[in-house]
Antibody, heavy 126, light 110 residues
Framework: QVTLRESGPALVKPTQTLTLTCTFS??????????VSWIRQPPGKALEWLAL???????YYSTSLKTRLTISKDTSKNQVVLTMTNMDPVDTATYYC??????????????????WGQGTLVTVSS | QSVLTQPPSVSEAPGQRVTISCTGS?????????VHWYQQLPGTAPKLLIY???NRPSGVPDRFSGSKSGTSASLAITGLQAEDEADYYC??????????FGTGTKVTVL
């Protein structure tokens, strides 16, 4: 059974750096095709993909947020960490991590998110 | 902000059929990238419903089906049930933006 769980602060102040940890079980990030992504959802709004790290330690970021994001993994601990700098109230959201499966489609990788963690609500306020 | 557009809401009576569209462009769906669909029940995390345009993970009822054509994709739900009341999101890849989600559609069972 694959499970993921997000952990981190529930409240951060503007300009601070957010650090979130995703602890997972049931799969290995050393396995070819396996990745972990971070996705967020502001209250009442749509989902937004943030970052992805793959089995080969390649990292991919949202174009609009890439200057603020860093993703890393500790394969031995089954953890993936996301840091987001210079937090702002508009960053208030539920942050999810999700196992991401990659499949080669002949000319590109196709990736989908399954399963997801339960999410952690992060509020940015002074 | 999302480059994948979905209708904000659809509603239908139990037992009926609904379809949800996901409209993209030549830099995402139209470029050939696959579309995946997620169901988000109230207060819960999203759940994968369809992957690779039309494939159902094990455990997903065959009432749910997906298709893709040109710059758009669709999710169809037949035999609508009260438990299908949720938000639904499409997801694909954009050559400029990375992984992208749709604007989301709320399905209401009348």
């Amino acid at each position: 059974q694959v499970t993921l769980r997000e952990s981190g602060p529930a409240l951060v102040k503007p300009t601070q750096t957010l650090t979130l940890t995703c602890t997972f079980s049931g799969f290995s990030l050393s396995t070819s095709g396996m990745c972990v992504s971070w996705i967020r959802q502001p209250p009442g709004k749509a989902l937004e993909w943030l970052a992805l790290i793959d089995w080969d330690d390649d990292k991919y970021y949202s174009t609009s947020l890439k200057t603020r994001l860093t993703i890393s993994k500790d394969t031995s601990k089954n953890q993936v960490v996301l840091t987001m700098t210079n937090m702002d109230p508009v960053d208030t959201a539920t942050y999810y991590c999700a196992r991401t499966t990659s499949r080669w489609g002949g000319s590109y990788w196709t990736r989908w998110f399954d399963p997801w963690g339960q999410g952690t609500l992060v509020t940015v306020s002074s | 902000q999302s480059v994948l557009t979905q209708p904000p809401s659809v509603s239908e009576a139990p037992g009926q059929r609904v379809t949800i569209s996901c409209t993209g462009s030549s830099s995402n769906i139209g470029a050939g990238y696959d579309v995946h669909w997620y169901q988000q029940l109230p207060g819960t995390a999203p759940k994968l419903l369809i992957y690779g345009n039309s494939n159902r993970p094990s455990g997903v009822p065959d009432r749910f089906s997906g298709s893709k054509s040109g710059t758009s994709a669709s999710l169809a739900i037949t035999g609508l049930q009260a438990e299908d009341e949720a938000d639904y999101y499409c997801q694909s890849y954009d050559s400029s933006l990375g992984h992208v989600f749709g604007t989301g559609t709320k399905v209401t069972v009348l």
